[in-house]
């Protein structure tokens, strides 16, 4: 398990983690979303041991990560840019990472590079970026650690390719002890990947939840009914956020469907249905809730 508490980094004038606590339990696939400058690079790099922390503690499987050479053991980090070297081939890395990390499987990536058609005689500086986020991808899950650390890793992979990985760290999750979080932008990206998500915001997080406990807890419902039974309405759900066309109004709300729905039908509607919200729309109704809102950016 890595357990965050009260963690804060800052780089001159700049605080780009501020009070952050969270937990990520072991055989999950946890996914790191925010806003640009939220800090989940300087998260990522704090959970590998490359930076310490200002404040607080991390520690992974009770241990502190800072120059801990034992539990680094346990970790493997691929950054947003992964390091290669000048005119190194694939099997080059590989060699690399056999020495690095002891647990290297081989065997198994010669198998990963043939099936993801990537030739290991030829060199990363000709492959494009989508392929070379592919490469590091496989030498992350061959190098056997427990944890695997992937910064923008998945950003430029191919829908089919997304798929490809996500049936892999599935498949290692079931057959060995590994937890791979992913942090990322892209919150499409993610949404098929990931079992449980934490949302950082200016430095601090907002919520650490599971990804489909996440999607039952708010929900997305448009319906058409008389002004004042609307009226009633709004005061008896938790609204995040309206909005209206015409005689059609779309409310996301937070509480259970049931209860949802009791309300909306006890007021009679012409017309009301409840539609699925995206990772992407959870996303923005919370982050508009504590003020980072689109509208404000373009007006």
């Known amino acids: ?110 198998e990963l590079c043939g099936k993801f058609e990537l030739d290991q005689s030829r060199k990363l500086s000709t492959f494009s970026k989508g392929m070379r986020r592919q490469v590091f991808v496989l030498l992350g899950v061959c190098a056997g650690t427990k944890y695997l650390l992937c910064d923008e890793t998945f950003d430029g992979l191919d829908p089919v390719v997304r798929q490809a990985v996500k049936s ?12 791979p979080i992913i942090a990322s932008h892209n919150l499409r990206e993610l949404e098929d990947i990931c079992d449980h998500v934490g949302l950082l915001h200016r430095g601090g997080i907002l919520f650490s939840k ?25 005061g008896e759900l938790d609204v995040i956020k309206r909005e209206t066309r015409g005689n059609l109004s779309c409310v996301t709300v937070r509480g259970s469907r049931e209860e949802i729905l009791m309300d909306i039908e006890s007021k009679k509607p012409l017309f009301y249905e409840i539609l699925p919200l995206s990772l992407e729309e959870i996303f923005i109704s919370e982050t508009e809730v504590i003020g980072y809102d689109i509208k404000n950016i373009i007006h």
């Open 168 to 179: 892999i760290f599935i498949d290692e999750v079931m057959r060995r002890d590994f937890t």
């Open 210 to 234: 599971d990804l489909e406990e996440m999607k039952t807890d708010i929900h997305k419902v448009q319906y058409v009914m008389e002004p004042a039974a609307e009226q009633r309405l709004l």
């Open 1 to 110: 398990m890595i357990k965050i508490e009260n963690l804060s980094k800052q780089f001159d004038k700049i605080r780009a983690l501020d009070h952050v606590t969270a937990q990520i339990a072991e055989g999950s696939v946890y996914g790191v979303v925010g806003t640009n400058g939220a800090g989940k690079s300087t998260l990522m790099r704090i959970l590998a041991g490359v930076l310490r922390p200002d404040e607080g503690s991390v520690q992974i499987d009770g241990m502190e990560i800072f120059e801990n050479t034992e539990i680094k053991r346990r970790i493997c980090f691929i950054p947003d840019t992964p390091y290669y070297f000048s005119n190194a081939r694939v099997k080059d890395m590989m060699g690399c990472y056999s020495i690095v990390y002891p647990g290297f499987d081989r065997e198994r990536f010669t």
